[in-house]
Antibody
Framework: QALLVESGGGVVQAGRSLRLSCAASGFTFRSYGMHWVRQGPGKGLEWVAVISYDGSKIYYADSVKGRFSISRDNSQNTLHLQMNSLRAEDTALYYC??????????????WGQGTLVTVSS | QSALTQPASVSGSPGQSITISCTGTSSDVGTYDYVSWYQHHPGKAPKLLIYDVTNRPSGVSSRLSGSKSGNTASLTISGLQAEDEAHYYCSSYTSSGTVVFGGGTKLTVL
């Protein structure tokens, strides 16, 4: 059974950096596109970034472009999100998610439990 | 990257059917058949209900169905049950290579 476990969240001051990780197991990680999705307090779901199975395609939401960087290590079955120049509005529960199909276009059938990032001003 | 438009809330009685709409643009919903729907209970991970407009993952009830017409996608839940009470989100692939979610709809089972 596919499983995703996020880590790396915490409380950080505005302007600082944080690196999230997502450990995958139970499926062939290198065959799937992977996404980060977040939910701020009292807000809806917001898509953050995607990386294709081989890392050749990467896209970001406008709200994080230039500050966040998504990457993956297929040898370690791990997904990362490097978050720089953090702002108060980045405060959210961050989920990693796997596409229901190997591509990067369809929905996400496997989600982690989320890791909480709190940015203090 | 404007969010897709969903009604803030919908309600229905047990056994009834409800439909949640999700309106986008020709840059997302109107062009791509990559619309998904999720059920979200607070404190839990979202659950995929529908992908690629009409496809149900294994294990998802046949009471749920998806459709699309023009720039608007819809999720229909028939035979409403108390356990269906939750937040529902749509999402779509966009022409920019990104993904956009709807603002979410709170379903109340009366």
């Amino acid at each position: 059974q596919a499983l995703l476990v996020e880590s790396g969240g915490g409380v950080v001051q505005a302007g600082r950096s944080l690196r999230l990780s997502c450990a995958a197991s139970g499926f062939t990680f290198r065959s799937y596109g992977m996404h980060w999705v977040r939910q701020g307090p009292g807000k809806g779901l917001e898509w953050v970034a995607v990386i294709s199975y081989d890392g050749s395609k990467i896209y970001y939401a406008d709200s994080v472009k230039g500050r966040f960087s998504i990457s993956r290590d297929n040898s370690q079955n791990t997904l990362h999100l490097q978050m720089n120049s953090l702002r108060a509005e980045d405060t959210a529960l961050y989920y990693c998610a796997r596409g229901v199909t190997p591509g990067i276009y369809s929905g996400y059938d496997t989600w982690g439990q989320g890791t909480l990032v709190t940015v203090s001003s | 990257q404007s969010a897709l438009t969903q009604p803030a809330s919908v309600s229905g009685s047990p056994g009834q059917s409800i439909t949640i709409s999700c309106t986008g643009t020709s840059s997302d919903v109107g062009t791509y058949d990559y619309v998904s729907w999720y059920q979200h209970h607070p404190g839990k991970a979202p659950k995929l209900l529908i992908y690629d407009v009409t496809n149900r993952p294994s294990g998802v009830s046949s009471r749920l169905s998806g459709s699309k017409s023009g720039n608007t996608a819809s999720l229909t839940i028939s035979g409403l049950q108390a356990e269906d009470e939750a937040h529902y989100y749509c999402s779509s692939y966009t022409s920019s290579g990104t993904v956009v979610f709807g603002g979410g709809t709170k379903l109340t089972v009366l």
